[in-house]
C-alpha cells in the first residue's frame, strides 16, 4: 500500500470508533494477515478533517476483549504491514497523583509495566543482543509535543507529563496496590500500555499515548469506583480527545 496512510490510531475504552457518528468519515476497512492471529486484524480507513488515518479498536467494536486478552503482538504487525509509521494509543486511566482530575487529559512520558503473561515481544531470542531495545523513553517526544503544544492552542487541561503504572487486570486495584504504585512514583494507572508501547519500539513505530481521566484510583475517593460515573466522563472527555486529534493531525503527517 504505497499511497496508504502512516497514522494509525488505536482506540481504546469507550472510543470504538473514529467518528461519534457510525459513519461519518468511514472509507473502507481492509483485513490484515498476521503470524500472530489465525484470524486477520481489521483495520478502517478513515478521513479526519480530509486527513486519512487507520483506525483500530483495541477492545473490539463491543469491548469484547479484556486487556489481558487484546492481541497486542498482532495489532501491531498488522498496523506494521499496512504502513502505518506513527501510531497514536487512545488510553482510559485512573489518577493515583491527587492533582490530576477526572475529565482530564494527561500526555504521558513514562510507564512502569506491572503485567505478567503477556505476549511481550517479537523477537524469539535467536537474535542475540539484537534482541535487546532502548526503551529509555517509552513514548516518542515528537509525537507529544505535538499534541501538548495543540492542546494548550485548544484551551484544553491536560497534564504535560506523567508515569502511567500498567497492571494486568481486568479487575480494578485494591487501595494497598494504588498506596504502592504511589510509592513507586506512578501518577495514573491503565491496562493497556504495555506490552503495546514496547512491540511498537520494536517495530521501530512512532507511539505516544493521549490519556483520558476517567476516575480516581481506589481509595482516593469517598465512593467505590462506579463504572456509570466513568462511562459519563468517557462521553464527555473522549470529545475533547476528538478535538486533540483532529488538530494535531496535520502537524503529525507533516
Not at 497486542?72 to 493515583?96: D, H, P, T
Not at 506491572?114 to 517479537?122: A, D, I, L, P
Not at 526503551?135 to 507529544?144: D, I, M, N, V, Y
Request: with cysteine; aromatic share 6%; net charge negative.
Amino acid at each position: 500500500m504505497g499511497d496508504s496512510p502512516s497514522i494509525a490510531i488505536i482506540g481504546g475504552s469507550g472510543f470504538y470508533r473514529l467518528h461519534e457518528a457510525e459513519t461519518q468519515g468511514q472509507q473502507d476497512f481492509i483485513e490484515q494477515d498476521t503470524p500472530y492471529s489465525n484470524t486477520p486484524v481489521n483495520i478502517s480507513i478513515e478521513s479526519v478533517n480530509g486527513q486519512t488515518v487507520f483506525f483500530l479498536a483495541r477492545h473490539g467494536e463491543q469491548h469484547s476483549l479484556p486487556p489481558h486478552r487484546v492481541n497486542y503482538r498482532a495489532n501491531l504487525w498488522a498496523l506494521k504491514q499496512a504502513g502505518a509509521q506513527k501510531i497514536i494509543a487512545i488510553n482510559s486511566v485512573g489518577a493515583i497523583n491527587t492533582q490530576l482530575k477526572p475529565g482530564q487529559i494527561a500526555i504521558p512520558d513514562q510507564l512502569i509495566d506491572y503485567t505478567w503473561g503477556r505476549e511481550h515481544s517479537f523477537f524469539d531470542g535467536l537474535d542475540s543482543l539484537n534482541d535487546h531495545i532502548d526503551f529509555t523513553h517509552p513514548f516518542s517526544e515528537s509525537l507529544r509535543q505535538i499534541f501538548i503544544q495543540q492542546a494548550k492552542a485548544l484551551a484544553i487541561p491536560l497534564a504535560e507529563n506523567a508515569c502511567v503504572a500498567c497492571t494486568q487486570g481486568p479487575r480494578l486495584e485494591t487501595a494497598a496496590e494504588i498506596r504502592k504504585l504511589d510509592k513507586d512514583g506512578c501518577d495514573l494507572v491503565g491496562m493497556t500500555l504495555m506490552p503495546e508501547a514496547a512491540l511498537a519500539r520494536e517495530l521501530q513505530l512512532d507511539y505516544a499515548s493521549i490519556a483520558l481521566i476517567v476516575n480516581l484510583a481506589a481509595g482516593l475517593s469517598e465512593t467505590l469506583i462506579s463504572i456509570d460515573e466513568i462511562r459519563k466522563i468517557l462521553s464527555v472527555g473522549l470529545a475533547d480527545v476528538r478535538k486533540l486529534l483532529s488538530a494535531s493531525l496535520p502537524a503529525l503527517i507533516e
